[in-house]
């Protein structure tokens, strides 16, 4: 159904939106969906059924950026099924992680459990980067169940360290190097999420499944 707007909307609540000449960006129900989409748009275009320069993920769109008919794709994706769960073959990365982070204990208490408990049951949990951005090499990784997310900090930190672990919203993530931030500090990594030297530079990308395995505190 084509609307006034220029916007294409499908029976299952995909929207397409055509972004300028060559653009089109995808609005979907959920994170998750959001995520499925994004798997499949990558497998067209590797298997060479979409010629498209760019495929960026979001929350709940994706952007595709240098189509030759972005009209003709939004409406051949809102007249299509949503596609399927992502598939679990991918390999997981194992982040190393120290849960000594100085909000560990404002967590477990808004968990209404232990410290301990808090750090079980994160690092219990399998998570998926459901896209990337604020910083080069931050993943907003998914997983956890709703009744596990947390509000960010009501007074942001000037400063937080690389490798901090933190929790905001849905979303676990990993700051790759210093900045300003306002999540919930819950553990500490020395794993190298961006580097220049390394091919790719990024450690994490959209759908890369993350597992963090507990070590001694420092």
Same mark, same amino acid.
Do not use: I, N, Q, S
């Given at each position: 159904m084509k609307g006034t707007s220029g916007t294409t909307s499908g029976t299952s609540g995909m929207r397409a939106l055509p972004v300028g000449d060559d653009a089109l960006l995808v609005e979907l129900p959920s994170g998750e969906q959001a995520q499925a989409l994004h798997a499949e748009l990558?497998?067209?275009?590797?298997?060479?059924t979409l010629a498209v320069r760019e495929i960026v993920?979001?929350?709940?769109?994706?952007?595709?950026?240098g189509l030759a008919d972005p009209v003709r794709l939004a409406s051949e994706l809102t007249a299509s099924d949503m596609p399927p769960a992502l598939p679990e073959t991918q390999e997981i990365i194992e982040l190393r992680v120290r849960y000594d982070g100085p909000d560990l204990a404002d967590v477990a208490a808004l968990w209404g459990m232990s410290e301990q408990e808090v750090a079980r049951i994160h690092a219990d949990t399998e998570f998926r980067v459901a896209f990337c951005g604020f910083a080069p090499g931050f993943g907003y990784l998914t997983g956890l169940p709703e009744r596990y997310h947390v509000p960010r900090r009501a007074t942001p930190r000037t400063s937080v360290p690389a490798g901090a672990v933190g929790l905001a919203g849905p979303y676990t993530g990993v700051y790759p190097r210093s900045s300003p931030?306002?999540?919930q500090l819950i553990g500490t990594t020395d794993a190298v999420l961006w580097d220049h030297? #390394? $091919?790719?530079?990024?450690?994490?990308?959209?759908?890369? #499944? $993350?597992?963090?395995?507990?070590?001694?505190?420092r």
């Open positions: 990558l497998r067209r275009r590797a298997e060479g993920p979001a929350a709940r769109t994706v952007l595709l950026d931030g306002g999540w030297a #390394r $091919v790719p530079a990024a450690l994490l990308a959209p759908g890369t #499944r $993350v597992r963090f395995v507990p070590v001694g505190r």
